[in-house]
């Protein structure tokens, strides 16, 4: 897959963004013609010729050294997750044959299986790239209520999130998890733009939601590696937690679990949840929360 305009898109959305004065050069009298610095004045930041960024820009990244990248990165004040999405889109850049591209995982050993059946008190998943969750344990199940559960698996975050209303109820801060979300997924395309799943789940998304596309036209790129979530459960209301993405080294798979402060209301709704979630009977009446004495 071409990914000139991407990279186009990208480089000019960084420069718009960024003020003369910013960049430390001074600014002349006069309005001017373009938002945030000119091509020439990037060109002169990064120690090239303006014909040579105008090239970049136009989307072509196919050979430039990593010098080049490392002072184009500074000269637009990349962050960490930009620079590193800098340096996928010049990688991607470069021919691979088709057999170069990567195919998302949707299983996962028996013996993270049984990791995952082992965090008792800690409600976990572990997802792939694509963000479809392959696998999570009973607490999970009880926290994410009928939107996970045995049998149901796979099932995609990202779809859920933009493209199930019940994801608004469910996520309390949804427009900041939308933003996390879009920002994680234009990450992941950038490493990997020869995915053809990938390529279909984003467009599905962006012909599906309005508010996915806005996001995804922004370019914005994060990495996903903690966040604090306030959820909607239909048994303890709503709850505060922290989810930690680790990523599983060789697998394609990030195990997300989630955590309370000790203590915290949000802890005692976690162990009510697994109690619950435990009980072998469940065939009654759902439990009051907060329990009864």
């Given amino acids: 897959m071409d990914n000139t305009k991407d990279v186009r898109d990208f480089l000019m959305s960084r420069r718009a963004r960024i003020t003369p004065s910013q960049a430390g050069l001074p600014a002349y009298g ?18 090239v010729s303006t014909e040579y960024y105008a090239r970049l820009e136009r989307g072509n990244l196919r050979g430039v050294s990593d010098s080049v990248l490392d002072s184009l990165a ?11 999405h800098l340096y996928d889109l010049a990688k991607a850049a470069a021919p691979a044959p088709a057999s170069a591209a990567r ?87 950038g490493q990997d733009p020869r995915d053809r799943a990938l390529n279909s789940l984003i467009g599905d998304l962006a012909a599906g939601s309005t508010e996915f596309s806005t996001r995804w036209a922004r370019h914005n790129v994060r990495f996903h ?17 922290t989810g930690d993405a680790l ?15 000790p203590g915290s209301h949000a802890q005692d709704q976690l162990d009510f949840l697994a109690s619950w979630s435990s009980s072998k009977d469940r065939l009654g009446p759902a439990p009051v929360y907060p329990p009864t004495a």
């Fill in 30 to 47: 006069g309005t001017r013609r373009v938002a945030g610095l000119k091509r020439e004045e990037v060109a002169m930041l990064t120690g």
């Fill in 225 to 241: 590696r903690s966040a604090r979530k306030t959820m909607r459960n239909q048994l303890v209301g709503e709850i505060e937690l």
């Fill in 74 to 84: 500074r000269a637009l004040q990349l962050d960490e997750a930009e620079r590193a």
């Fill in 247 to 261: 990523e599983l080294p060789g697998e394609g798979l990030t195990l997300v679990a989630y955590s309370a402060e």
């Fill in 103 to 189: 195919r998302a995982r949707v299983d996962v050993r028996p013996s993270i299986e049984r990791v995952l059946a082992g965090m008792t008190g800690t409600p976990a998943y572990v997802r792939n790239a694509r963000m479809d969750v392959v696998a999570a344990n009973s607490l999970c199940f009880a926290l994410y209520t009928d939107i996970l559960g045995p049998g149901k698996l796979p099932v995609n975050l990202a779809r859920f999130m933009f493209l199930d209303p019940r994801s608004k109820d469910f996520f309390v801060d949804w427009d900041n998890l939308a933003d996390d979300f879009a920002a994680a997924l234009r990450t992941t395309s």
